[in-house]
């Protein structure tokens, strides 16, 4: 049985980790649509950095994330070199596969505990990491069309 003070530590760890990596990425592409997302991805991930750290000083289960934005952004083309467009493929590839490992991890996590509002919180993370998911997937998708 996963205790849950170490599973919030992982969360933690998960989620800081992923805010780090986008904003990194963010700094590192020439895309402005990529740079956007990225941006606006790691401003969702610290999100759910502050909601896990307050539970962990708190002591509550009560999971306020509020990161359904939709993003408005127009795709269109854009001069590129080639080694960005691959360097941004091989980004992108990667974050959604990191997306889809978080949220299986948040799922198992969740199967694990008994505690309904611990199910809740890391089902609700899950489910974020679900929609940073396919935000990537739409990018991913719309880049290689416009190249």
Known sequence: MVSFKSALKYALKQEET?????????TQTE??????LFKNLSNMEEKHVKAISNIITQGSTNLALKGFELLDMSYGHQPHSKSNIEYLVRVIKYAIS????SMKNYIYIASKVDETSVKKLFMTLAQEEKYHKTLLTQQYNRFLKAH
Request: no cysteine.
């Open 18 to 26: 992923a805010r780090d990596n986008y904003l990194l990425w963010s």
């Open 31 to 36: 895309d402005k649509n990529a740079k956007q």
């Open 98 to 101: 990191l997306e889809e490992y």
